[in-house]
């Protein structure tokens, strides 16, 4: 059974930093292209950033120079450094793998405030 749990969220003054974590008891993580991705109230699920197997990645416009995702292989870990945090950021956080999603973990929430 794999299990996808997000930690590192919480509320933060825009401008302000937050480093997510996902731990995936996967066994075949560091062979697949993991994903961070946020669902805002009222708005769908969308992909902001991914990591390949060869630590290639991606990320949506709105967050790229701002959003860093990385992976520790040997933690079945992967990470998303957020910087210079807006109000729009303002979203349940999840990990999952890319294009053939496991079952979803309960997310991180994540709160850009004044």
């Known amino acids: 059974q794999v299990q996808l749990v997000e930690s590192g969220g919480g509320l933060v003054q825009p401008g302000g930093s937050l480093r997510l974590s996902c731990v995936a008891s996967v066994s075949i993580f560091s062979f697949i292209r993991m994903g961070w991705y946020r669902q805002a109230p009222g708005k769908q699920r969308e992909l902001v950033a991914s990591?390949?197997?060869?630590?290639?990645?991606n990320y949506t416009d709105s967050v790229k120079g701002r959003f860093t995702i990385s992976r520790d292989n040997s933690k079945t870990t992967v990470y998303l450094q957020m910087s210079d945090l807006k109000p729009e950021d303002t979203a349940v956080y999840y990990c999952?793998?890319?294009?053939?999603?496991?079952?979803w973990g309960q997310g991180t929430q994540v709160t850009v405030s004044s």
């Open positions: 999952n793998r890319v294009s053939v999603n496991y079952v």
């Open positions: 990591i390949n197997s060869a630590g290639r990645t």
